[in-house]
């Protein structure tokens, strides 16, 4: 997927987090539904960066003291708990439908950045983050 700069938060950080989101997302698309080893090491790479980048963007925000903090932290157990969902039926033998999968997780990524992400923007650049 093309990195595009409507979802940039012109936080140098969050953008650069965000676009090492994109690059294992696009993985994603490349998989052969039947290639387990690869999938099984997208859904590692994807949950772990997650919640690097999550826990990242969480203490920027309670740091700075953000009102719309829980609303963020909500999301993001949303994000991770669509991931479980999605490796509790790789693990069980169930091959996720990649097609399916792919859109889901992308298209909650995109709204969560381009809708809740952005907002943040104008908060934390008047406090002098770049």
Do not use: T
């Not at 994109?22 to 698309?29: F, H, K, S, T």
């Not at 052969?32 to 925000?61: K, P, T």
């Amino acid at each position: 997927m093309d990195w595009q700069d409507s979802y940039s938060v012109h936080i140098a950080q969050m953008d650069r987090q965000h676009q090492k989101i994109a690059r294992i997302l696009d993985r994603i698309y490349y998989l052969e539904a039947g290639d387990r080893r690869s999938l099984d090491q997208v859904f590692n790479a994807l949950s772990g960066y997650m919640l690097h980048h999550f826990a990242d963007e969480e203490g920027l925000l309670r740091a700075h003291g953000y009102p719309g903090y829980e609303e963020q932290r909500r999301e993001h157990e949303d994000f991770l708990g669509r991931m479980r969902r999605y490796q509790e039926q790789f693990q069980a033998g169930a091959l996720p439908v990649m097609i399916n999968m792919f859109n889901d997780v992308w298209d909650w990524f995109a709204k969560h950045v381009v809708g809740l992400d952005k907002q943040y923007e104008p908060f934390l650049k008047a406090r002098g983050c770049r």
